[in-house]
């Protein structure tokens, strides 16, 4: 798939920098406005049959404007100059009817990017719907090779493109634009009566870096079919408990919430006080590094125009520092991180880990305990850290898996498990913004059906 946007660069700057001048000739005191496009294939399949086969392309403009401590916000899907026009003339009067807001506004001019980087982004796939189809096909081969029990609930094959440029009236006037490309499966496996789901993708910026299709479709059905052999957990326990990497992400996750914007500025998270203060355990570090090459969440400026920068979240389990928008920062009075559109490329480490501390290794350390593989409902309370989720996964003994379970609930605190996190794997894995190995933490409260 080749470069086939509507407008270039050139054209979207043209576009925005118009938008910007009728924003001024329209009494807006400043304005920004993001121009965005993507388009992209995808083919869906289940059981050898195409089940749906789409080619989608977008346009969008939003554009905001302020007059004084007023805000208002508009979009359109039409670039043509009448509809432009009317857009900025609807922003500014809903600017003129919104409450006043003494933090609303532009970020400051000395934190705008200057001089954005090179990210390697930009790899487009020339696949069609005939390959396409082809590789799902290679996907669902793959899941059939898991074991005859095991059939394909759907594969996914999407190659998708996407370009923007952001301009405001402080004279900030960058684009970029990146390419992203999925293989997905989804495994069905059935035994006397019994039936698992489980789901296995690749997901880069380069097609050439993505698992091949049948090792997608083959992990989805070997998962699927590892969870057939359920047992019961009775009763209650304290005991070990072991997040596989996907799994271990959620917990990345409730640190972002609880460390990002409206939480804090509306003291509704249990880290709002604790900058500077041990949050984990004192071999863990949290670090964010936006340019990393090829990265998932790579990015050389956040929605406010604002350059991120390499730094550490948690240092040595210190909670050092947070993800503000421009926004979030006036609202508590500290400096905008670049994190308008989230984290970039943020990943756990701890200090203990080895070489060889694969899955396996981890497993050994676990020894007897719980063995987390997918969610199944719950989450935190971020206001207090309070936290309980139900699951399925596996109960092992000795290092070795023993037997499947489901409908499993763990409990504890999100603050005292971060302190109890006693070892991380390098089994590490990657899903969008957020990078971790599995992660074992002692002594939590588990509960059976």
Same mark, same amino acid.
């Given at each position: 798939?080749?470069?086939?946007?509507?407008?270039?660069?050139?054209?979207?700057?043209?576009?925005?920098?118009?938008?910007?001048?009728?924003?001024?000739?329209?009494?807006?005191?400043?304005?920004?406005?993001?121009?965005?496009?993507?388009?992209?294939?995808?083919?869906?399949?289940?059981?050898?049959?195409?089940?749906?086969?789409?080619?989608?392309?977008?346009?969008?403009?939003?554009?905001?404007?302020?007059?004084?401590?007023?805000?208002?916000?508009?979009?359109?899907?039409?670039?043509?100059?009448?509809?432009?026009?009317?857009?900025?003339?609807?922003?500014?009067?809903?600017?003129?009817?919104?409450?006043?807001?003494?933090?609303?506004?532009?970020?400051?001019?000395?934190?705008?990017?200057?001089?954005?980087?090179?990210?390697?982004?930009?790899?487009?796939?020339?696949?069609?719907?005939?390959?396409?189809?082809?590789?799902?096909?290679?996907?669902?081969?793959?899941?059939?090779?898991?074991?005859?029990?095991?059939?394909?609930?759907?594969?996914?094959?999407?190659?998708?493109?996407?370009?923007?440029?952001?301009?405001?009236?402080?004279?900030?006037?960058?684009?970029?634009?990146?390419?992203?490309?999925?293989?997905?499966?989804?495994?069905?496996?059935?035994?006397?009566?019994?039936?698992?789901?489980?789901?296995?993708?690749?997901?880069?910026?380069?097609?050439?870096?993505?698992?091949?299709?049948?090792?997608?479709?083959?992990?989805?059905?070997?998962?699927?079919?590892?969870?057939?052999?359920?047992?019961?957990?009775?009763?209650?326990?304290?005991?070990?408990?072991?997040?596989?990497?996907?799994?271990?992400?959620?917990?990345?996750?409730?640190?972002?919430?609880?460390?990002?914007?409206?939480?804090?500025?509306?003291?509704?998270?249990?880290?709002?006080?604790?900058?500077?203060?041990?949050?984990?355990?004192?071999?863990?570090?949290?670090?964010?590094?936006?340019?990393?090459?090829?990265?998932?969440?790579?990015?050389?400026?956040?929605?406010?125009?604002?350059?991120?920068?390499?730094?550490?979240?948690?240092?040595?389990?210190?909670?050092?520092?947070?993800?503000?928008?421009?926004?979030?920062?006036?609202?508590?009075?500290?400096?905008?991180?670049?994190?308008?559109?989230?984290?970039?490329?943020?990943?756990?480490?701890?200090?203990?880990?080895?070489?060889?501390?694969?899955?396996?290794?981890?497993? *050994? *350390?676990?020894?007897?305990?719980?063995?987390?593989?997918?969610?199944?409902?719950?989450?935190?309370?971020?206001?207090?850290?309070?936290?309980?989720?139900?699951?399925?996964?596996?109960? !092992?003994?000795?290092? *070795?898996?023993?037997?499947?379970?489901?409908?499993?609930?763990?409990?504890?605190?999100?603050?005292?498990?971060?302190?109890?996190?006693?070892?991380?794997?390098?089994?590490?894995?990657?899903?969008?913004?957020?990078?971790?190995?599995?992660?074992?933490?002692?002594?939590?409260? !588990?509960?059976?059906?």
């Amino acid at each position: 798939m080749t470069d086939t946007f509507a407008y270039s660069q050139p054209q979207l700057a043209a576009l925005a920098s118009s938008v910007i001048s009728l924003a001024r000739d329209e009494g807006a005191t400043d304005a920004q406005v993001d121009f965005s496009q993507s388009n992209g294939l995808l083919i869906e399949m289940r059981q050898g049959r195409v089940r749906s086969r789409t080619r989608d392309a977008q346009s969008s403009m939003s554009l905001t404007v302020y007059r004084g401590d007023h805000q208002g916000t508009a979009r359109s899907t039409d670039f043509s100059p009448a509809r432009l026009r009317e857009t900025v003339q609807a922003a500014c009067r809903i600017a003129s009817y919104t409450g006043e807001d003494q933090f609303t506004g532009l970020a400051a001019v000395e934190f705008l990017c200057q001089a954005p980087q090179e990210l390697d982004l930009w790899h487009p796939w020339d696949v069609d719907e005939a390959r396409a189809i082809h590789l799902a096909q290679r996907i669902e081969t793959g899941m059939n090779q898991a074991g005859s029990n095991v059939e394909s609930d759907g594969a996914w094959v999407r190659s998708g493109q996407s370009s923007w440029f952001l301009m405001n009236s402080r004279g900030f006037a960058q684009g970029d634009r990146q390419t992203e490309h999925l293989l997905s499966a989804k495994a069905l496996a059935t035994k006397d009566g019994r039936s698992q789901l489980a789901f296995w993708s690749s997901h880069s910026h380069r097609a050439t870096s993505l698992m091949t299709p049948e090792t997608i479709g083959l992990q989805a059905g070997s998962r699927a079919l590892a969870a057939l052999d359920i047992a019961p957990l009775n009763g209650g326990r304290r005991c070990p408990v072991l997040f596989d990497p996907g799994c271990a992400l959620t917990l990345l996750e409730h640190l972002v919430q609880a460390t990002s914007g409206a939480a804090l500025y509306h003291r509704n998270s249990f880290l709002a006080d604790q900058l500077g203060q041990r949050v984990f355990s004192s071999h863990i570090s949290i670090e964010e590094d936006p340019f990393v090459p090829q990265g998932l969440a790579s990015r050389s400026f956040d929605g406010d125009g604002i350059a991120g920068s390499v730094r550490r979240i948690v240092d040595q389990g210190n909670l050092a520092a947070f993800f503000l928008s421009a926004y979030a920062a006036r609202r508590l009075g500290m400096v905008p991180t670049g994190s308008g559109w989230g984290p970039g490329n943020l990943s756990l480490h701890s200090s203990q880990t080895k070489a060889g501390d694969d899955f396996a290794a981890m497993l *050994k *350390k676990l020894d007897t305990g719980l063995l987390v593989t997918r969610f199944t409902g719950g989450g935190a309370r971020l206001i207090n850290g309070d936290y309980s989720r139900s699951l399925q996964g596996f109960w !092992v003994e000795n290092g *070795k898996l023993c037997h499947a379970v489901d409908g499993v609930t763990i409990a504890g605190n999100l603050k005292q498990m971060f302190n109890q996190i006693v070892a991380v794997g390098a089994d590490r894995f990657t899903q969008g913004a957020l990078t971790s190995g599995s992660v074992l933490i002692d002594n939590l409260q !588990v509960a059976g059906r």
